[in-house]
């Protein structure tokens, strides 16, 4: 029987990162290798699915055959649409026939296994053997949802960039998923490919003084490169806070005394959204040129070789200083800490493993990223373990022992005393153990309820 792998991805980086992997020999051999695009933007109309993408065509030739889910799925918008369970059968013959797959063993490469459009293609193929690449920090928190047994243990492996080098990424392990490391050196390949196939980035970096490094991270002279996140769009800022915030990391980041900035916009981000940073840079007397265009951080600092990497909690940060070696800063990452809702909104390891790891640059600091060791394990399980005490209750144990340890100061920024005292964790307030008390608590607690309404 014909095997065929299918790829998924969603974002150009996830195509790199697949890319890297094919070429490090992380999958085995197949008959045919496809790669399904999904364009999950708000409006897919008004945005470029990964396909179109500069540089895209350096990868095409890894795949046997690229194909669409938006127009699979069409008229619904591939985040929002998911099989009913009765129509699992029709959709698997329906797409076996439109995309010509026949009677092939499928092997399924996804991303974001957690939530839709990919949990709808892993449902629709029951039969696939499964595969999960991680596309960011996400993959070192725990799994957001709790994933049905007939999918999740379908998942062989987990691939990742070696973002945090000795850290375990604790997405899937609930399944004995085994995380599996895509080679640096492979990924720096591919980034290459893409610089190569945007000749009109030369511009950029010749304005800017930048030039092609001979190596990564070698101490260049190039610009500090600010990243933009859309934290609007995910709902953790209004449009006028993320705006200021921008304004606010090219005012640090010339307090460093950088004078050529470049700020990259997310590329869902509207464009007007450079403004507020362009301003603050005029007002400043710093040149700043601010890149628009749906490229790749990690190509810019292939380009421009940048002096620094300024951020909140971008995964582009920790592309920059483990695999690239350039000096990175945070920025505003304790307010976000504060204000993050729910407390298992699935960004918080991002952003804590950036504000553990990143030099403030509020404090006017900058620098290499520190590096992972035994007290980011017990941070990274204490908080994995507070997202989902169900599903990782396998991770009290090391929370317990990393909170016993732990500062209090510490422990109320990371947790809080609220979910301290509720899951039973040190730092927590004691609860009554006397039934009568306790049932005598929750009254007092209903009647304050029921006085505030």
């Known amino acids: 029987m014909a095997t065929t792998q299918i790829f998924f ?37 008004t945005t470029p699915a990964p396909d179109a993408a500069p540089g895209f065509e350096r990868l095409r030739d890894r795949f046997d055959g690229v194909l669409s889910w938006n127009e699979a ?7 929002a649409w998911s099989p009913r369970a009765d129509d699992v059968p029709l959709w698997e013959r329906h797409l076996r026939r439109l995309w010509r797959l026949g009677d092939d063993r499928i092997d399924l490469v996804l991303e974001s296994l957690q939530v839709a459009p990919a949990l709808s293609v892993a449902r629709l193929f029951p039969d696939a053997a499964l595969d999960v690449y991680a596309d960011g920090l996400m993959s070192y928190g725990p799994t957001r949802n709790r994933i049905d047994p007939l999918v999740g243990e379908r998942v062989r492996g987990l691939f990742h960039l070696d973002l945090v080098p000795g850290l375990r990424p604790l997405l899937l392990a609930e399944f004995g998923a085994e995380p599996r490391v895509v080679p640096a050196g492979a990924f720096a390949k591919v980034v290459d490919e893409l610089s190569d196939a945007l ?3 030369t511009a950029v970096a010749g304005a800017l003084g930048g030039r092609p490094p ?38 640090a980041v010339a307090g460093l005394g950088h004078r050529r900035i470049v700020f990259k916009a997310h590329p ?19 040149e700043l040129t601010v890149v628009d265009r749906p490229v790749l951080a990690e190509v810019l600092y292939r380009r421009l070789r940048p002096s620094l990497v300024a951020g909140c909690f971008s995964t582009g940060l920790l592309t920059a200083a483990s695999l690239h070696g350039i000096d990175v800063a945070r920025f505003g990452t304790g307010a976000l800490l504060e ?22 640059l509020e404090a006017g600091a900058s620098g290499p990223a520190a590096a992972a060791d035994e007290r980011l394990t017990g941070l990274l399980d204490a908080v994995g373990f507070a997202m989902q005490p169900q599903l990782r209750h396998d991770l009290r144990p090391s929370a317990e022992h990393f909170l016993r340890g732990a500062p209090e100061a510490q422990r109320l920024r990371l ?7 509720a899951l039973g964790l040190p730092g927590g307030l004691p609860v009554p153990r006397h039934a009568v008390v306790r049932r005598a608590v929750r009254r007092a607690r209903g009647l304050k309820r029921a006085v505030l309404r």
């Open 9 to 45: 991805v969603s974002s150009l980086f996830g195509a790199a990162t697949v890319t890297a992997a094919i070429d490090s020999g992380c999958f085995p051999d197949a008959d045919r290798r496809l790669l399904l695009v999904s364009n999950n933007a708000a409006v897919p109309e």
């Open 339 to 360: 204000r993050l809702t729910p407390y298992r909104n699935s960004n918080r390891v991002p952003l804590m493993l950036v504000d553990a790891l990143v030099p403030d």
């Open 214 to 251: 001979e190596e990564p991270g070698d101490g260049g002279d190039g610009p500090a490169v600010v990243l933009g996140q859309y934290l609007a769009a995910l709902g953790i800022l209004s449009r006028a806070e993320e705006e200021e915030l921008h304004a606010r990391m090219v005012r």
């Open 73 to 79: 799925v069409s008229p619904f918008h591939p985040s």
């Open 415 to 421: 947790i809080g005393r609220r979910r301290l005292t």
């Open 199 to 201: 000749p009109d980035l």
């Open 268 to 286: 869902a981000a509207p464009a007007a959204w450079g403004h507020r940073a362009a301003a603050e840079a005029a007002a400043l007397g710093v």
